[in-house]
């Protein structure tokens, strides 16, 4: 079991750009979670998906940020433009909401820089 | 509508001591109760969890929990602490009658002294 994959791992780029963060649940997993974490806000839940479907996106903070889930393998979160402030640790976690058990599976995170 | 409130953003402790971190949780409707575990620079990883079975949780590491009801608590416990123990620990409640997204606390962070 490979666990959740993010990429990339660490991530620096200046005021403007278009950053895109990946990520790769755990096979079998149906639903997809994005938070970010920084010292402030401590660990936000930006947006949720179940069966690919975004649920709740109330917790992405402004139009700049955008998810997809084209497929139950893969899902992307998109800063356009980005900003000093989006500086963060951004998570993706994935769990099997048919087991009941609910708990989430974590990847290793992205650390993102906006100079 | 379901909280959880972690007392203590820090905790230090000797090595071979007592570790305890509190948390305290609300909830509508019986919940589900979680430990995370972050270990520098890594992601949230699972220590135990409650799903209505036995109050008293063992975990990995030799962490336990329980889950008193009257208390609306869930605190974590280890008997000695070891030096890896050193990290950040959340307390999570999820709502088992609805869409069961967790809700985390701010995060206790664990010292561990020589």
């Known amino acids: 079991d490979a666990g959740v994959i993010q990429s990339p791992r660490h991530e620096v780029t200046e005021m403007g750009q278009e950053v895109t963060l990946r990520c790769k649940p755990i096979?079998?997993?149906?639903?997809l979670f994005w938070y970010r974490q920084t010292m402030m806000r401590g660990l936000e839940l930006l947006i949720y998906?179940?069966?690919?479907?975004?649920?709740?996106d109330s917790g992405m903070p402004e139009d700049r940020f955008s998810a997809k889930m084209p497929n139950a393998s893969f899902s992307t979160l998109k800063i356009q433009p980005s900003e000093p402030r989006d500086s963060a640790v951004y998570f993706c976690a994935s769990s099997n909401s048919g087991s009941f058990s609910y708990e989430q599976y974590f990847g290793p995170g992205t650390r993102l820089t906006v100079t | 509508a379901q909280s959880v409130t972690q007392l203590g953003s820090h905790v230090s402790v000797s090595e071979g001591a007592l570790v305890l971190l509190r948390c305290n949780y609300s909830?509508?409707?019986?919940?589900?109760l979680f430990w995370y575990v972050q270990y520098p620079n890594q992601g949230l990883q699972l220590l135990l969890k409650?799903?209505?079975?036995?109050?008293l949780v063992k975990g990995i590491n030799g962490f336990e929990a329980e889950f008193k009801k009257s208390e609306t608590s869930f605190h974590l416990t280890k008997p000695s602490a070891h030096m890896s123990d050193a990290a950040e620990y959340f307390c999570a409640v999820s709502d088992t009658r609805g869409s069961y997204i967790p809700t985390f606390g701010r995060g206790t962070s664990l010292i561990v002294h020589p």
């Open positions: 998906f179940n069966n690919n479907v975004p649920i709740d």
């Open positions: 096979s079998g997993h149906n639903s």
């Open positions: 409650y799903t209505s079975a036995a109050t």
């Open positions: 909830s509508s409707v019986p919940p589900y």
